[in-house]
T-cell receptor, first 114, second 108 residues
Framework: EAQVTQNPRYLITVTGKKLTVTCSQN?????MSWYRQDPGLGLRQIYY???????DKGDVPEGYKVSRKEKRNFPLILESPSPNQTSLYFC?????????????FGEGSWLTVV | GIQVEQSPPDLILQEGANSTLRCNFS?????LQWFHQNPWGQLINLFY???GTKQNGRLSATTVATERYSLLYISSSQTTDSGVYFC??????????FGAGTILRVKS
């Protein structure tokens, strides 16, 4: 089954404690991306990656890091989380080129920073 | 960048009613998708529809790319249709730009 898997799904953490949200896809997609969703603001892109070892900033990259060492994985790293990073996070992947443009989302990760 | 506007922002329906949700975008696009976010937060693909009309059960969508809008039709609404409906268009670099969404509440 084609899927994007995120972990953890729910997390409460404290300010300053580094955390990583993992994302893995099994569709051999080149493109992967992270979004955050906040009330009244919709989904905003944090970082994206067009392929292995290629990453770029989205609209709201401050306070986040990513890496793309393998095609299937695209972890989101919060080096020193702050309360304003409390949000619902989505990982997504998509094939590029003519092989299909539907974007697939993970189930979301609810993060609370206290 | 591309601006995406959705209307209405909120909609309350009686079960069995029909509705039309609208998405306007400010520039030509190669990709437009509709999503449903259920009460548990999951985003579900409804349609990939850069142009033309598609139907899937009680849902259908039409995109008129030359006039820069898309419509999502929900017929015979059910309580399980409740949630937030997002329209998203693809900008450069495969980036999806989302509208703010339409919150739909279907009452039994």
């Amino acid at each position: 089954e084609a899927q994007v898997t995120q972990n953890p799904r729910y997390l409460i953490t404290v300010t300053g404690k580094k955390l990583t949200v993992t994302c893995s896809q099994n569709m051999n997609h080149e493109y992967m991306s992270w979004y955050r969703q906040d009330p009244g603001l919709g989904l905003r892109q944090i970082y994206y990656s067009m392929n292995v070892e290629v990453t770029d900033k989205g609209d709201v990259p401050e306070g986040y890091k990513v890496s793309r060492k393998e095609k299937r994985n695209f972890p989101l790293i919060l080096e020193s989380p702050s309360p304003n990073q409390t949000s619902l996070y989505f990982c997504a992947s998509k094939a590029t080129g003519h092989s299909g443009n539907t974007i697939y989302f993970g189930e979301g990760s609810w993060l609370t920073v206290v | 960048g591309i601006q995406v506007e959705q209307s209405p922002p909120d909609l309350i329906l009686q079960e069995g009613a029909n509705s039309t949700l609208r998405c306007n975008f400010s520039d030509s696009v190669n990709n437009l998708q509709w999503f449903h976010q259920n009460p548990w937060g999951q985003l579900i693909n409804l349609f990939y529809i850069p142009s033309g009309t598609k139907q899937n059960g009680r849902l259908s969508a039409t995109t008129v790319a030359t006039e820069r809008y898309s419509l999502l039709y929900i017929s015979s609404s059910q309580t399980t249709d409740s949630g937030v409906y997002f329209c998203a268009v693809e900008e450069y670099g495969n980036k999806l730009v989302f509208g703010a969404g339409t919150i739909l509440r279907v009452k039994s």
